[in-house]
């Protein structure tokens, strides 16, 4: 099947810093999506991707689907400490067509020292 | 609007037990899915449904069942527990097949 690598698979960072994550693959996808994981919690959608060399932000999170559709890239300015979690990619192909295409990366685990 | 419920939170199993995790939404979404979360590694889909009476094995369905008799509801059934299944459970949903809303998860331990 499908194979999602992320990476880094984790991150301690200082907050106030911006924070750059990815997600490639050596298989096209036709949409990207991020999801962010609260210890205890279940993955919240931050951004979808639905067309190559899209650019879309939501507040400090800027997400951008790759130019060879195998890779997209999460970025986030100026952590805070609520930016804390896993972030995952999911990426969508149309081979089969079905509901079942969604491949998740492993997760990125992001750590802000205060 | 609730979006995603799922229930329970928390459960242990002895080794061939049986159980039904439930799922509910209440979003009218068609589409509707069942993962399971090991530590360290991404959701694996275990079954899936495209609306109701319409069911479909994921990348992982052995040993678990499903049943969709109502938009609404998506419940997964786990016949004969064995310890392999100790995960967390999520169902999720969604109103086309790219954007899936997650429940809180159901934290399972078969001993």
């Known amino acids: 099947g499908q194979q999602l690598n992320q990476s880094p698979q984790s991150m301690f960072i200082q907050e106030g810093e911006d924070v750059s994550m990815n997600c490639t693959s050596s298989?096209?996808?036709?949409?990207w999506l991020w999801y962010k994981q609260d210890p205890g919690e279940g993955p919240v959608l931050l951004i979808a991707l639905y067309k190559a060399g899209e650019l879309t932000s939501n507040g400090r999170l800027t997400a951008q689907f790759g130019i060879t559709r195998k890779d997209s890239f999460l970025n986030i300015s100026a952590s805070i400490p609520s930016d804390v979690g896993i972030y995952f990619c999911?990426?969508?192909?149309?081979?089969?067509?079905?509901?079942?295409?969604?491949?998740f990366g492993k997760g990125t685990h992001l750590i802000i020292q205060p | 609007n609730a979006g995603v419920t799922q229930t329970p939170k928390f459960r242990i199993l002895k080794i061939g037990q049986s159980m039904t995790l439930q799922c509910t939404q209440d979003m009218n979404h068609n589409y509707m899915y069942w993962y399971r979360q090991d530590p360290g590694m991404g959701l694996k889909l275990i079954y899936y449904?495209?609306?109701?009476?319409?069911?479909d094995k994921g990348e992982v369905p052995n040993g678990y069942n499903v049943s969709r008799s109502t938009t609404e509801d998506f419940p997964l059934r786990l016949e004969l527990a064995a310890p392999s299944q100790t995960s967390v459970y999520f169902c999720a949903s969604s109103h086309d097949i790219y954007e899936q809303y997650f429940g809180p998860g159901t934290r399972l331990t078969v001993t």
């Open positions: 449904s495209v609306g109701a009476g319409i069911t």
């Open positions: 999911a990426g969508y192909t149309y081979s089969g067509g079905g509901a079942d295409g969604l491949t």
């Open positions: 298989s096209i996808f036709n949409t």
